[in-house]
């Protein structure tokens, strides 16, 4: 089933019958951003040399990128309409799918994260969870962190950040989300909304060096990045990662 056993992640659909309702969970990287898409990788689309630069833009960066198409993406079930225009906010979903054994919408209440540092003058108190109808099951020694899409494009939601041992509990589905105020409309069915990026589990202990010199121990790292015009990082020291 796996071409590699060593590692895999499985996404179970928890409405089998439905399999063709619902988006399947994809690899990031058919989720770029389009603010990125379109975002030119030099000043003004110039590739001239400056002096022995280059003016490039955070579309060069191949750290950045990395962790846009990292891991894969949890989508929009279904079209979702929110309304935080007025209170007490609105969401909703067609009416079809209010009949399902368990309810693609919920919330918490705001006593529930009473201590979380939301902004309450950009979003409302209220936490919506939406059901995203996929659990997950990895490899064993493996967890999965789930995170708000990085640099998306810009959205009323933000999903609150987690980490499950999906090797031996089976992540139930439901994620939360902060909700911007002042929003009236609606979040597509197929929308990223929950970026996830397994990760073997080791045990860490963090070292202090005190003996550490930029000069000699950093400057050939720098000078070799730097004996191209760009991509020096992606070039030398940079390892692809793999999401199929």
């Not at 846009?68 to 949890?74: K, R």
């Amino acid at each position: 089933m796996f071409k590699n056993k060593k590692s895999y992640i499985k996404f179970n659909n928890t409405y089998p019958k439905l399999i063709d309702v619902f988006p399947e969970p994809e690899p990031a990287t058919k989720h770029i951003p389009e603010w990125y898409k379109k975002q030119p990788a030099y000043f003004d689309n110039d590739k001239s040399i400056y002096n022995g630069t280059q003016k490039l833009t955070v579309k060069k960066c191949t750290a950045f990128f990395d962790v846009i198409s990292s891991g894969y993406m949890f989508l929009s079930p279904c079209d979702i309409f929110i309304d935080t225009t007025v209170s007490p906010p609105i969401f909703d979903i067609p009416q079809q799918l209010k009949t399902l054994t368990n309810p693609l919408l919920g919330a918490h209440s705001a006593e529930q994260v009473s201590h979380y540092p939301i902004d309450l003058e950009k979003n409302i108190e209220t936490i919506l969870r939406i059901n995203m109808v996929w659990v997950i099951s990895t490899t064993p020694g493996t967890s999965c962190l789930f995170v708000d899409p990085q640099h998306k494009d810009k959205s009323p939601l933000k999903a609150i950040s987690a980490i499950i041992d999906t090797d031996v509990f089976y992540s139930d589905g439901n994620f939360s989300f902060i909700v911007e105020k002042n929003f009236k409309g609606i979040i597509k069915r197929g929308t990223p909304l929950v970026q996830i990026i397994p990760f073997k589990r080791e045990n860490w202990e963090h070292l202090i060096n005190t003996k550490f010199d930029i000069s000699k121990d950093l400057s050939p790292q720098r000078i070799k990045v730097r004996s191209i015009f760009n991509g020096g990082y992606k070039k030398y020291f940079w390892h692809k990662k793999e999401y199929k």
